[in-house]
């Protein structure tokens, strides 16, 4: 893709994708979504940041997801986001379902951190301001606070879209006692909750306990992130640890003892994948979407190369019961 030639989106590109209703709202979403929470920060290159997003948007992905602290620093990507919607997508906003959240730390002091009205405000105020934009499609709480009520912390959601600076909102990371509560609260307040963002993939499997059920009979959409592990659900660290990737760059997040301790895993799961014809990381994400009440997979990356290996999972979202009970084994 060139650096230079103004941007012109794939015509073809909602044949590539497939969409899903969100919950019981009459939001589509993508089957696959892309975050940008690494490999959009200040030191990450930016012609491949804006590669990776253009092949997205080319693939029919058109769901970006941000937060006020991705980075690093934190705030970054939401500025580098800006610059590439201000100078390749400007003409393509109204495609687009752009998201940020707030509820990790994201400045000194009491008011920038938790779930107070103080800092949600303030927070989406200024992500705003870093993209350029004058309301989010989605904005979420980002992680529960205990020691803030609840009433509080929905009572901003829904003041955001009654404000017009969000158009639907969402929660993150909720047990489903607390999502419960808080769906319960949303719904008085006439903004039903359009979407819960946990973690779920092949090694963690927590949000079938209740959360799922919970969403699927709340009418509540999921949308599911670290769907391959940070990459540990790939091929990537089968036959060694590449230089370039997150658990030997310098990341807080995934380091190679992690690796190491699942790589005899990887390989099996890798085994099963191949007997699919899928590469490890489609299977991941297929194994994700064969659940209807799962709305979008939400994948990270580093390569155009891999949201293109990736976004081939929707080709094949069936599996057996022996390959289920196989996969189950090797965990
Ligand atoms: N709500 C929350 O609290 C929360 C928390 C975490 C993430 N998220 C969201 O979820 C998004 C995705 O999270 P994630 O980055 O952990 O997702 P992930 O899809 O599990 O991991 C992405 C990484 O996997 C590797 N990869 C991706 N596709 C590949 C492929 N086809 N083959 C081989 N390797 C591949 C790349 O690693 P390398 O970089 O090593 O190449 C890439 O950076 C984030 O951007 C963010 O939007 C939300």
């Given at each position: 893709m060139s650096k230079k030639l103004r941007y012109t989106a794939s015509v073809d590109r909602y044949k590539k994708m497939n969409y899903r209703r969100t919950g019981k709202s009459g939001l589509l979403l993508p089957e696959i979504s892309l975050g940008l929470w690494q490999n959009f920060g200040k030191n990450d290159d930016f012609y491949n940041q804006r590669d990776l997003l253009k092949c997205a948007f080319d693939n029919g992905i058109t769901h970006f997801d941000l937060a006020n602290n991705y980075g690093p620093p934190p705030g970054s990507a939401e500025e580098n986001f800006g610059k590439i919607l201000e100078k390749d997508f400007k003409s393509y906003r109204d495609e687009l379902i752009i998201s940020s959240k707030a509820g990790y730390g994201?400045?000194?002091g009491p008011y920038g951190d938790l779930g107070s009205k103080k800092f949600l405000v303030a927070s989406l105020d200024q992500s705003?301001?870093?993209m350029g934009l004058e309301y989010v499609d989605i904005f979420y709480h980002h992680r529960p606070d205990y020691d803030t009520p609840i009433e509080e912390t929905m009572g901003t959601l829904d003041l955001m879209v009654r404000q017009?600076?969000?158009l639907y909102i969402g929660i993150s990371n909720y047990q489903p006692e607390r999502?419960?509560?808080a769906f319960k609260?949303?719904?008085?307040l006439g903004t039903p909750c359009l979407i819960h963002q946990p973690r779920y993939n092949i090694f963690d499997r927590w949000i079938e306990n209740e959360l799922l059920d919970l969403l699927g009979n709340s009418g509540?959409?999921?949308?599911?992130f670290s769907p391959l592990a940070q990459g540990m659900l790939s091929n990537k660290y089968i036959n060694g640890l590449p230089?370039?990737?997150r658990a030997v760059k310098d990341s807080p997040f995934l380091n190679t003892n992690q690796v190491l301790e699942k790589l005899p895993k990887i390989k099996k799961l890798n085994e099963i994948a191949q007997n699919r014809q899928q590469s490890l990381a489609q299977m991941a994400i297929s194994w994700i979407l064969k659940d209807h009440?799962?709305?979008?997979?939400l994948i990270g990356a580093s390569k155009i190369e891999q949201i293109l290996d990736s976004i081939k999972a929707i080709q094949n979202t069936h599996f057996s019961e022996e390959e289920l009970n196989n996969i189950k084994e090797i965990l």
């Open positions: 994201m400045w000194e705003l301001q870093r017009g600076k969000a999502a419960k509560q609260i949303l719904q008085d509540v959409g999921a949308i599911c230089k370039d990737s009440r799962i709305t979008s997979v």
